[in-house]
T-cell receptor, first 114, second 113 residues
Framework: ETGVTQSPTHLIKTRGQQVTLRCSSQ?????VSWYQQALGQGPQFIFQ???????GRGNFPPRFSGLQFPNYSSELNVNALELDDSALYLC?????????????FGPGTRLTVL | RKEVEQDPGPFNVPEGATVAFNCTYS??????FFWYRQDCRKEPKLLMS???SGNEDGRFTAQLNRASQYISLLIRDSKLSDSATYLC??????????????FGAGTRLAVHP
Protein backbone atom coordinates (compact mmCIF):
# COMPACT_ATOMS: atom_id res chain seq x y z
CA GLU A 1 0.00 0.00 0.00
CA THR A 2 1.17 3.52 -0.80
CA GLY A 3 -0.22 5.23 2.30
CA VAL A 4 -2.25 7.60 0.12
CA THR A 5 -5.95 7.57 0.95
CA GLN A 6 -8.93 9.04 -0.86
CA SER A 7 -12.59 9.53 -0.01
CA PRO A 8 -15.21 8.77 -0.93
CA THR A 9 -14.68 5.59 -2.92
CA HIS A 10 -17.69 6.09 -5.15
CA LEU A 11 -19.99 9.02 -5.79
CA ILE A 12 -23.05 9.59 -7.94
CA LYS A 13 -24.09 13.14 -8.82
CA THR A 14 -26.35 14.81 -11.35
CA ARG A 15 -25.47 17.42 -13.94
CA GLY A 16 -24.99 20.89 -12.53
CA GLN A 17 -24.14 19.73 -9.02
CA GLN A 18 -20.88 20.32 -7.22
CA VAL A 19 -18.56 17.69 -5.74
CA THR A 20 -15.61 17.64 -3.34
CA LEU A 21 -13.09 14.79 -3.32
CA ARG A 22 -10.47 14.35 -0.61
CA CYS A 23 -6.96 12.98 -0.46
CA SER A 24 -4.41 12.36 2.30
CA SER A 25 -0.84 12.13 1.10
CA GLN A 26 1.87 9.71 2.10
CA UNK A 27 3.77 10.66 5.23
CA UNK A 28 6.63 13.03 4.42
CA UNK A 29 5.23 14.01 1.02
CA UNK A 30 4.39 17.70 0.63
CA UNK A 31 3.18 17.66 -2.98
CA VAL A 32 -0.16 16.36 -4.22
CA SER A 33 -1.21 15.96 -7.85
CA TRP A 34 -4.68 15.17 -9.12
CA TYR A 35 -5.49 13.17 -12.24
CA GLN A 36 -8.67 12.33 -14.13
CA GLN A 37 -8.94 8.95 -15.82
CA ALA A 38 -11.81 8.48 -18.24
CA LEU A 39 -12.79 4.98 -19.30
CA GLY A 40 -10.26 3.43 -21.66
CA GLN A 41 -7.73 6.24 -21.30
CA GLY A 42 -4.65 6.94 -19.27
CA PRO A 43 -4.83 9.40 -16.37
CA GLN A 44 -4.73 13.08 -17.35
CA PHE A 45 -3.03 15.68 -15.12
CA ILE A 46 -5.46 18.18 -13.58
CA PHE A 47 -3.22 20.18 -11.24
CA GLN A 48 -0.59 19.99 -8.53
CA UNK A 49 -0.47 21.56 -5.08
CA UNK A 50 2.63 22.42 -3.10
CA UNK A 51 2.79 24.43 0.13
CA UNK A 52 -0.93 25.08 -0.07
CA UNK A 53 -0.76 26.70 -3.51
CA UNK A 54 -1.54 25.51 -7.01
CA UNK A 55 1.84 24.79 -8.54
CA GLY A 56 0.87 23.71 -12.04
CA ARG A 57 -2.25 22.98 -14.05
CA GLY A 58 -3.27 20.84 -17.01
CA ASN A 59 -5.94 21.55 -19.63
CA PHE A 60 -8.92 21.64 -17.31
CA PRO A 61 -11.44 24.50 -16.98
CA PRO A 62 -11.60 26.75 -13.90
CA ARG A 63 -14.59 24.84 -12.53
CA PHE A 64 -11.96 22.31 -11.44
CA SER A 65 -10.33 23.79 -8.36
CA GLY A 66 -8.44 22.53 -5.37
CA LEU A 67 -7.04 23.17 -1.94
CA GLN A 68 -4.11 21.90 0.05
CA PHE A 69 -4.03 22.08 3.83
CA PRO A 70 -1.10 22.56 6.26
CA ASN A 71 -0.98 18.79 6.85
CA TYR A 72 -0.55 18.37 3.04
CA SER A 73 -3.94 16.74 2.55
CA SER A 74 -5.86 18.04 -0.43
CA GLU A 75 -9.30 18.53 -1.94
CA LEU A 76 -10.49 18.56 -5.52
CA ASN A 77 -13.67 20.54 -6.17
CA VAL A 78 -15.66 20.36 -9.37
CA ASN A 79 -18.51 22.80 -9.97
CA ALA A 80 -21.32 22.62 -12.52
CA LEU A 81 -20.78 18.93 -13.18
CA GLU A 82 -21.07 17.68 -16.74
CA LEU A 83 -21.67 14.14 -18.00
CA ASP A 84 -18.08 14.01 -19.31
CA ASP A 85 -16.78 14.52 -15.77
CA SER A 86 -17.66 10.89 -15.07
CA ALA A 87 -14.28 9.28 -14.42
CA LEU A 88 -11.89 7.84 -11.88
CA TYR A 89 -10.20 10.68 -9.98
CA LEU A 90 -6.77 9.84 -8.65
CA CYS A 91 -4.55 11.75 -6.32
CA UNK A 92 -0.85 11.12 -6.08
CA UNK A 93 1.71 12.34 -3.59
CA UNK A 94 5.41 12.99 -4.10
CA UNK A 95 8.35 14.29 -2.08
CA UNK A 96 8.42 17.68 -3.77
CA UNK A 97 7.48 19.32 -7.08
CA UNK A 98 10.90 18.72 -8.61
CA UNK A 99 11.16 15.10 -7.59
CA UNK A 100 12.02 12.77 -10.44
CA UNK A 101 10.94 9.86 -8.33
CA UNK A 102 7.61 8.29 -9.03
CA UNK A 103 4.37 9.50 -7.53
CA UNK A 104 2.31 7.30 -5.25
CA PHE A 105 -1.36 6.92 -6.05
CA GLY A 106 -4.38 6.57 -3.85
CA PRO A 107 -7.16 4.10 -4.66
CA GLY A 108 -9.20 6.76 -6.48
CA THR A 109 -12.73 8.09 -6.33
CA ARG A 110 -15.09 6.89 -9.03
CA LEU A 111 -17.47 9.72 -9.95
CA THR A 112 -20.58 9.07 -11.99
CA VAL A 113 -22.53 12.07 -13.31
CA LEU A 114 -26.09 11.34 -14.43
CA ARG B 1 0.68 13.96 -31.64
CA LYS B 2 0.21 12.50 -28.17
CA GLU B 3 3.01 13.13 -25.68
CA VAL B 4 3.25 9.42 -24.81
CA GLU B 5 2.13 6.80 -27.30
CA GLN B 6 1.76 3.07 -26.72
CA ASP B 7 0.77 0.03 -28.74
CA PRO B 8 -3.03 0.09 -28.82
CA GLY B 9 -3.47 -3.59 -27.94
CA PRO B 10 -5.12 -5.63 -26.62
CA PHE B 11 -2.58 -8.42 -26.51
CA ASN B 12 -4.05 -11.89 -26.05
CA VAL B 13 -1.33 -14.45 -25.28
CA PRO B 14 -1.16 -17.98 -23.85
CA GLU B 15 0.48 -18.70 -20.52
CA GLY B 16 4.23 -18.97 -20.89
CA ALA B 17 4.45 -16.58 -23.83
CA THR B 18 6.85 -13.67 -24.06
CA VAL B 19 5.20 -10.32 -24.77
CA ALA B 20 6.74 -6.94 -25.55
CA PHE B 21 5.21 -3.51 -25.10
CA ASN B 22 6.53 -0.45 -26.88
CA CYS B 23 6.18 3.22 -26.05
CA THR B 24 7.47 6.50 -27.48
CA TYR B 25 7.51 9.96 -25.93
CA SER B 26 7.77 13.36 -27.56
CA UNK B 27 9.46 15.60 -24.96
CA UNK B 28 13.23 15.15 -25.06
CA UNK B 29 13.48 16.99 -21.71
CA UNK B 30 11.65 14.17 -19.92
CA UNK B 31 13.57 13.10 -16.87
CA UNK B 32 12.36 9.78 -15.59
CA PHE B 33 10.37 6.89 -16.93
CA PHE B 34 8.17 4.20 -15.49
CA TRP B 35 5.88 1.31 -16.27
CA TYR B 36 2.72 1.12 -14.20
CA ARG B 37 0.27 -1.74 -14.03
CA GLN B 38 -3.45 -1.09 -13.64
CA ASP B 39 -6.00 -3.76 -12.82
CA CYS B 40 -9.62 -3.27 -13.81
CA ARG B 41 -11.23 -0.38 -11.89
CA LYS B 42 -8.19 0.01 -9.62
CA GLU B 43 -5.50 2.66 -9.30
CA PRO B 44 -2.24 2.45 -11.27
CA LYS B 45 0.58 0.77 -9.37
CA LEU B 46 4.26 1.16 -10.08
CA LEU B 47 5.67 -1.89 -11.83
CA MET B 48 9.20 -0.64 -12.38
CA SER B 49 11.30 2.37 -13.18
CA UNK B 50 13.13 2.40 -16.51
CA UNK B 51 16.81 3.25 -16.97
CA UNK B 52 19.03 3.69 -20.01
CA SER B 53 21.18 0.83 -18.84
CA GLY B 54 18.16 -1.44 -18.85
CA ASN B 55 16.79 -3.06 -15.75
CA GLU B 56 15.29 -6.39 -14.87
CA ASP B 57 12.94 -7.51 -12.11
CA GLY B 58 12.30 -11.24 -12.30
CA ARG B 59 10.36 -11.91 -15.50
CA PHE B 60 10.13 -8.22 -16.37
CA THR B 61 12.77 -6.28 -18.32
CA ALA B 62 12.52 -2.58 -19.13
CA GLN B 63 14.66 -0.57 -21.51
CA LEU B 64 15.02 3.12 -22.33
CA ASN B 65 16.56 4.58 -25.47
CA ARG B 66 16.85 8.34 -24.95
CA ALA B 67 18.17 9.00 -28.45
CA SER B 68 15.08 7.53 -30.09
CA GLN B 69 12.77 8.46 -27.18
CA TYR B 70 11.62 4.89 -26.92
CA ILE B 71 10.70 2.75 -23.90
CA SER B 72 10.01 -0.95 -23.82
CA LEU B 73 8.76 -3.60 -21.42
CA LEU B 74 9.32 -7.31 -21.92
CA ILE B 75 7.41 -9.92 -19.94
CA ARG B 76 8.74 -13.46 -20.10
CA ASP B 77 6.89 -16.63 -19.15
CA SER B 78 3.53 -14.85 -18.89
CA LYS B 79 1.24 -15.82 -16.01
CA LEU B 80 -2.53 -15.51 -15.77
CA SER B 81 -1.95 -12.94 -13.03
CA ASP B 82 -0.11 -10.68 -15.51
CA SER B 83 -3.45 -9.84 -17.15
CA ALA B 84 -3.86 -6.10 -16.69
CA THR B 85 -3.38 -2.78 -18.48
CA TYR B 86 0.22 -1.60 -18.70
CA LEU B 87 0.78 2.15 -18.68
CA CYS B 88 3.91 3.83 -20.00
CA UNK B 89 4.61 6.92 -17.88
CA UNK B 90 7.02 9.80 -18.34
CA UNK B 91 7.97 12.35 -15.68
CA UNK B 92 8.64 15.72 -17.29
CA UNK B 93 9.92 18.95 -15.70
CA UNK B 94 7.77 21.82 -16.93
CA UNK B 95 8.62 25.52 -17.24
CA UNK B 96 6.57 26.34 -14.17
CA UNK B 97 9.08 24.50 -12.02
CA UNK B 98 7.28 21.28 -11.33
CA UNK B 99 7.24 17.72 -12.55
CA UNK B 100 4.15 16.03 -13.86
CA UNK B 101 3.50 12.46 -14.91
CA UNK B 102 2.32 11.99 -18.47
CA PHE B 103 0.59 8.68 -19.16
CA GLY B 104 0.11 6.70 -22.30
CA ALA B 105 -3.36 5.35 -22.97
CA GLY B 106 -2.26 1.91 -21.81
CA THR B 107 -1.99 -1.48 -23.46
CA ARG B 108 -4.25 -4.23 -22.22
CA LEU B 109 -2.77 -7.69 -21.77
CA ALA B 110 -4.93 -10.81 -21.46
CA VAL B 111 -3.12 -14.05 -20.65
CA HIS B 112 -5.17 -17.19 -21.23
CA PRO B 113 -4.62 -20.81 -20.14
Amino acid sequence: ETGVTQSPTHLIKTRGQQVTLRCSSQSGHNTVSWYQQALGQGPQFIFQYYREEENGRGNFPPRFSGLQFPNYSSELNVNALELDDSALYLCASSLDPLSTDTQYFGPGTRLTVL
Amino acid sequence: RKEVEQDPGPFNVPEGATVAFNCTYSNSASQSFFWYRQDCRKEPKLLMSVYSSGNEDGRFTAQLNRASQYISLLIRDSKLSDSATYLCVVNTLLSGGYNKLIFGAGTRLAVHP
